[in-house]
């Protein structure tokens, strides 16, 4: 049987993260509207676009990408892959985020200058928000956002010379500053998306031998946006409180 004790609502499917975002309208040094460049280290995050117009910029091991964004486009990047949305007009994204609950619990490095990155205490401090959404918290986010921008224009420069050596050193970088974290990580990953999978593995078990009964636990779910307009990364965020993984999802009977 899965160690999985029942409680509550259970997670969104395959234990990902939803939010909706909306681009930051502030122009950057090259004259772009958008959010702050950073990357991944360990989730796979896709752009399903709802509504206006806009690119994502990406950078990886391929070199440097301008995807266009339009209504009913999707784009999904992997881990390792800087990115950067941008703004042509009105642009409004739903984001699905691979292993809900890592990128808040720090899996995402900005593009911060190296100097920065190699200063675990100033990174921290220029990659934290202040709590709430007032005039002190948009200073702070267009400042994250501007030296996130200042970081990453050498390293798309780079790749565009054929250069991939700051875009690799980079990801070092970025690596060594998450060390430390991933022990946490990895007790969110196993209630989470492993606990997902381990879960339908039981499920078939249980049918292979001709058990239903967990479906007796059948239900359906409903939630709200638990707070509209916040500072993400790449712009305005409405952002939904979804269930925990770890106290959310059933058991099924007779799988070891």
Do not use: K
């Not at 709802?50 to 964004?69: E, M």
């Not at 042509?88 to 911060?112: S, W």
């Not at 100033?122 to 030296?147: H, M, N, Q």
């Not at 050193?169 to 381990?198: D, I, K, M, T, Y």
Request: hydrophobic letters at 40%; one cysteine or more.
């Amino acid at each position: 049987m899965l160690n999985v004790p029942v409680h509550g609502p259970a997670p969104l499917p395959g234990a990902v993260g939803l939010s909706h975002l909306s681009p930051y309208p502030w122009e950057a040094a090259d004259g772009v509207c958008g959010g702050s460049p950073h990357l991944h280290l360990v989730c796979t995050e896709a752009y399903v676009v709802t509504g206006g117009s806009g690119a994502v910029q990406t950078l990886s091991p391929d070199g440097y990408r301008d995807i266009p964004l339009t209504e009913g486009s999707l784009a999904w990047f992997t881990p390792g892959t800087v990115h950067r949305m941008v703004d042509g007009g009105d642009l409004r994204i739903t984001v699905l985020m691979q292993n809900n609950g890592l990128p808040e619990a720090g899996d995402a490095v900005f593009t911060f200058p190296p100097a920065v990155l190699a200063d675990p205490e100033r990174y921290a401090s220029l990659a934290r928000l202040p709590a709430g959404g007032g005039p002190e918290t948009e200073r702070a986010a267009r400042t994250r956002r501007d030296l996130a921008v200042e970081g990453y224009l050498p390293l798309r420069e780079a790749l565009l010379a054929g250069d991939n050596g700051p875009y690799l050193a980079f990801q070092r970088a970025a690596a060594h500053l998450v060390r430390e974290r991933v022990p946490r990580w990895r007790e969110l990953w196993r209630a989470g998306a492993l606990a997902a999978a381990e879960r339908t593995g039981a499920q078939l078990d249980a049918l292979e031998v001709g058990s239903p009964a967990y479906l007796a636990r059948a239900a359906s779910h409903d939630t709200a946006p638990s707070r509209r307009g916040g500072y993400g990364m790449c712009g305005r965020r409405d952002e939904y409180e979804l269930p925990d993984a770890r106290r959310s999802s059933p058991p099924v009977p007779g799988h070891r």
